[in-house]
């Protein structure tokens, strides 16, 4: 019986089959189908986590990508400010350069004009002194420059005087820009294109260092024009006379009349 059995199971696949069905439980028949579901969920499973690592792969490879472009970009943005840091350096230079030009360049100018305007004055003092005869109906004289006249000078004045002169321009006749004789009168004239309240003290000064020795002595100012109304006023209260432009006082028309 037990060898009859035998000869089934190993002949009889149906009888095989109904005996392993008796013997083994529903769970176990299925186990192998289940074993092939597992392997197969985990072969899958595999495929998803390789995808997913290349996926981290090429995440990461993105994120070293970005960060070597934002590091290339902050060293773009540091050379960039350390650029404008020289330029902004260079165009302060600039600048400096360009205010010292200007200054340079308007001292310059100031200086031209101050120059011309020295120039001229000084032409038109040489213009002045070389036409005195004209201008005062006839006398002698001229700068004190002029030998003639320093000898002259010096002989009206006292040694006193010279001492006291040594240290006082203001007062120095010598200095004056035209000495002018008309008999035993003398004229002490400051020449200016524009007068102004300096030119009229100083003739002042220097026509009473001449009354000092004994002298009959005129402060005068002669120019093209006033420097200001407060100049004209002064020569009024200094009593000093002028030729200004075409207008003279009346102690200069008395000057030149007599």
């Given at each position: 019986?037990?060898?009859?059995?035998?000869?089934?199971?190993?002949?009889?696949?149906?009888?095989?089959?109904?005996?392993?069905?008796?013997?083994?439980?529903?769970?176990?028949?299925?186990?192998?189908?289940?074993?092939?579901?597992?392997?197969?969920?985990?072969?899958?499973?595999?495929?998803?986590?390789?995808?997913?690592?290349?996926?981290?792969?090429?995440?990461?490879?993105?994120?070293?990508?970005?960060?070597?472009?934002?590091?290339?970009?902050?060293?773009?943005?540091?050379?960039?400010?350390?650029?404008?840091?020289?330029?902004?350096?260079?165009?302060?230079?600039?600048?400096?350069?360009?205010?010292?030009?200007?200054?340079?360049?308007?001292?310059?100018?100031?200086?031209?004009?101050?120059?011309?305007?020295r120039r001229e004055g000084e032409r038109y003092e040489r213009e002045v002194i070389?036409?005195?005869?004209?201008?005062?109906?006839?006398?002698?004289?001229?700068?004190?420059?002029?030998?003639?006249?320093?000898?002259?000078?010096?002989?009206?004045?006292?040694?006193?005087?010279?001492?006291?002169?040594?240290?006082?321009?203001?007062?120095?006749?010598?200095?004056?820009?035209?000495?002018?004789?008309?008999?035993?009168?003398?004229?002490?004239?400051?020449?200016?294109?524009?007068?102004?309240?300096?030119?009229?003290?100083?003739?002042?000064?220097?026509?009473?260092?001449?009354?000092?020795?004994?002298?009959?002595?005129?402060?005068?100012?002669?120019?093209?024009?006033?420097?200001?109304?407060?100049?004209?006023?002064?020569?009024?209260?200094?009593?000093?006379?002028w030729l200004v432009g075409a207008e003279m006082s009346d102690g200069f028309k008395k000057f030149r009349?007599?």
């Open positions: 019986m037990r060898e009859q059995i035998l000869e089934l199971l190993r002949t009889d696949p149906e009888f095989r089959e109904e005996v392993r069905r008796l013997i083994l439980t529903e769970d176990l028949l299925a186990l192998p189908s289940k074993v092939d579901q597992l392997v197969e969920a985990v072969r899958e499973l595999a495929a998803v986590q390789r995808q997913q690592a290349e996926q981290i792969r090429a995440l990461a490879e993105a994120q070293r990508r970005t960060e070597e472009r934002v590091q290339a970009l902050a060293e773009a943005q540091r050379k960039t400010e350390e650029s404008l840091d020289e330029l902004r350096n260079q165009v302060s230079v600039l600048v400096i350069a360009q205010q010292r030009m200007e200054e340079a360049l308007q001292w310059l100018i100031n200086w031209q004009r101050g120059e011309m305007g070389r036409r005195a005869p004209v201008i005062f109906k006839g006398g002698y004289g001229g700068s004190p420059e002029e030998p003639s006249v320093q000898r002259q000078l010096t002989a009206l004045l006292s040694r006193e005087q010279m001492d006291r002169l040594f240290n006082d321009k203001e007062e120095d006749p010598f200095l004056a820009d035209l000495i002018w004789w008309k008999d035993e009168r003398v004229a002490v004239v400051e020449i200016s294109l524009q007068v102004d309240g300096y030119d009229v003290v100083r003739a002042r000064r220097r026509a009473e260092t001449l009354r000092e020795a004994g002298v009959e002595a005129f402060a005068m100012v002669i120019g093209r024009e006033w420097a200001n109304p407060d100049a004209y006023d002064a020569a009024l209260h200094h009593k000093v006379d009349e007599t």
